[in-house]
């Protein structure tokens, strides 16, 4: 502890260089992240918010929602059978405010159900989000495809499919506006996947989100970034902490011949690994926190703090290995040779 506290003051420059590329990468690490869950919830938090449970849509839909049917005979029959079962549709489409500006929203009505909300006909519960483009409690809204008139009854929070406001509207309204009497899915909730129901499909939670458009592509970019990130900061542990161990050869040999034992001198450099990865993980995770509550209210950005640990666990475990690969020279030094090549 000592012989890594002495070197680290030593070579203070070079230990900062590494903790500040360090901090930065994992700064940004935690900002893509944070982006990438932001543009999930912006993009399937009505999904999202459901308990874990299975999705079913018809066989002959080829994994789209928009196609699927489900035959009312059956939803009857399997909402009979399963009591927290609910059969529900999403559809995108707009509505008309009190100026007669079209605001776009994804209609969503359900059966009975605490996982959804119930509403009368000829009423409305919007997305909160919805507030900002000045639509209050009680004006009245109008779609083009519907013969009367909606009066919003309120607001939910986080409630958006497809990076678009939900409307919960009751299901006699939505069958008028889109002139179809089945449902598109059921959902039942705490089931697996080894119910099968005869026609349809079966999906987890994780399966039907990669069914929306974009989500999948969305998700998989932004996380190939933040792995690719992790990935370079390993990158910059062991080409460092390589550098370092090749100019003290010299050192080690010193060290060898006066009987320090290899493990020591490991334990040495992950002491260093490990120093410079906490206080940068402590600068960076208190600056995208900051981040997090000053962002602007329009951005998708949402850093919970399981995700925070997730990585900072990560850039240890990496940081470790980078470390302990570059460090596998050490083993292979001979005392008397590597102090006749003389010390750096």
Request: hydrophobic content about 45%.
């Amino acid at each position: 502890m000592n012989i890594a506290w002495k070197e680290i003051k030593k070579n203070k420059v070079r230990f900062l260089i590494l903790g500040s590329i360090v901090f930065l990468v994992s700064l940004l690490t935690f900002i893509i992240s944070g982006l990438a869950n932001g543009l999930s919830q912006d993009n399937a938090a009505l999904i999202k918010d459901l308990p874990k449970g299975q999705f079913y849509m018809n066989e002959d839909a080829d994994e789209t929602y928009n196609l699927s049917k489900i035959n009312n005979d059956l939803q009857e029959e399997i909402l009979n059978e399963q009591k927290d079962a609910v059969a529900f549709s999403i559809q995108m489409g707009f509505l008309n405010d009190k100026d007669d500006k079209q605001q776009s929203v994804a209609f969503v009505t359900s059966t009975d159900s605490g996982l959804f909300e119930n509403v009368k006909p000829g009423e409305v519960i919007l997305d909160s989000s919805l507030k900002d483009k000045g639509i209050k409690i009680g004006d009245t809204l109008t779609n083009n495809q519907f013969s009367g008139e909606f009066i919003v009854k309120g607001f939910v929070d986080q409630k958006k499919y497809s990076h678009t406001p939900v409307a919960y509207i009751n299901m006699e309204n939505y069958q008028e506006i889109y002139r179809v009497m089945e449902m598109q899915l059921l959902f039942i909730p705490r089931g697996d996947a080894s119910q099968k129901l005869t026609g349809l499909q079966s999906f987890s939670n994780k399966d039907f989100l990669n069914t929306i458009p974009s989500y999948n592509a969305e998700q998989m970019s932004l996380n190939m970034i933040v792995w690719f990130l992790v990935v370079i900061s390993g990158m910059l542990f062991a080409i460092f902490f390589y550098m370092m161990n090749v100019q003290k050869i010299g050192l080690y040999g010193i060290l060898k011949a006066i009987g320090v034992k290899t493990s020591r001198l490991f334990k040495m450099m992950w002491t260093q690994m490990l120093f410079i990865t906490i206080i940068a993980l402590i600068m960076s995770i208190t600056l995208s926190q900051i981040f997090n509550m000053v962002a602007p209210e329009g951005m998708p950005f949402h850093l919970t703090f399981a995700t925070t640990v997730q990585l900072s666990i990560v850039f240890l475990i990496i940081g470790f290995i980078g470390a302990t690969l570059s460090g596998l020279q050490i083993k292979k030094i001979e005392p008397l040779q590597a102090i006749q090549q003389g010390e750096v």
